[in-house]
């Protein structure tokens, strides 16, 4: 049984907070035993399906993956947050349906080397699974397809970057939003009756990502003092990820013309 004092204390949040979302404690605790009851499923489904379609990371497009089902207290938080910040969307969640709203229960990542390495995934992964646009959730109830054999793409696929990155995205094949600091693809899974969150970044990004949210997301996110020195550790990872391209560039036009000197070369 979760103790209510210290999920508040431990997610930053307060009284105030539950009802800004309007629900009630009892309603999150049975969502939370809910998801408990349900966690064993859930790694078995995540770990499926990296057996069946990420492990061979050759085939898959990858240097390396991880996977995770999600902390039972960021689900309690972000349901608060969401409904606070989008009520009539999640007005209806509650313990028999919360998973047809969450789309990253089960979280997989997969990191590249290099940037530009993102089509090897992307067309790996729309190959494996339907991406028909027909298939795109909507909304979150009366598009949940209740059918667990049918397997597919459920939202379009999209990457996050950075206002002034490297033009290495084809907006014809995935969607690209501008904007923040933040850098990552994404693909929803509908998988065996859930969804499942698929997310692919380089190990720089990852790197910074993983600071990020340890100290900064969602807690501490209007502390400007640590946003501040969030976002210059994430221009840094840019930077190496500019530096890493700009080292395969250069290894690739010394085997195209081996005896010319880099000067010449660039």
């Known amino acids: 049984m979760i103790n209510k004092e210290e999920f508040l204390k431990t997610c930053n949040l307060t009284e105030d907070d539950l009802t800004a979302a309007r629900i009630s404690w009892e309603e999150l605790t049975e969502i939370y035993e809910d998801y408990m009851s349900k966690t064993k499923l859930f790694r078995h489904l995540g770990k499926e399906f990296v057996d069946e379609y990420i492990y061979d990371i050759e085939r898959a497009g990858i240097h390396s993956y991880r996977y995770r089902t999600k902390n039972p207290m960021h689900l309690l938080e972000k349901i608060i947050r969401k409904r606070k ?111 499942l969150e698929i997310q692919g970044r380089t190990l720089f990004e990852e790197g910074w990502s993983e600071i990020d949210h340890d100290i900064v997301y969602p807690y501490y996110k209007d502390d400007e003092m640590l946003t501040e020195f969030s976002g210059l550790l994430n221009r840094l990872s840019g930077m190496a990820d500019e530096m890493s391209s700009y080292f395969r560039k250069m290894k690739e036009l010394r085997e195209e013309e081996p005896d010319k000197k880099i000067k010449d070369l660039l």
């Not at 459920?154 to 002034?164: D, F, L, N």
């Open 85 to 195: 910040e989008n009520y009539a969307k999640f007005e209806h969640i509650n313990k028999s349906n919360y998973h047809k709203y969450i789309t990253d229960l089960i979280g997989i990542r997969v990191f590249f080397l290099y940037r530009e390495d993102w089509i090897h995934f992307h067309k790996f992964i729309t190959s494996m699974f339907e991406n028909d646009p027909n298939n795109y959730i909507e909304d979150r109830l009366r598009d949940f397809d209740e059918d667990p054999e049918h397997c597919y793409i459920a939202e379009r696929p999209k990457v996050y970057k950075r206002s002034g990155d490297t033009r290495i995205y084809d907006s014809t094949q995935i969607e690209v939003r501008t904007g923040g600091y933040y850098r990552s693809l994404h693909y929803i899974i509908k998988y065996h009756g859930y969804y």
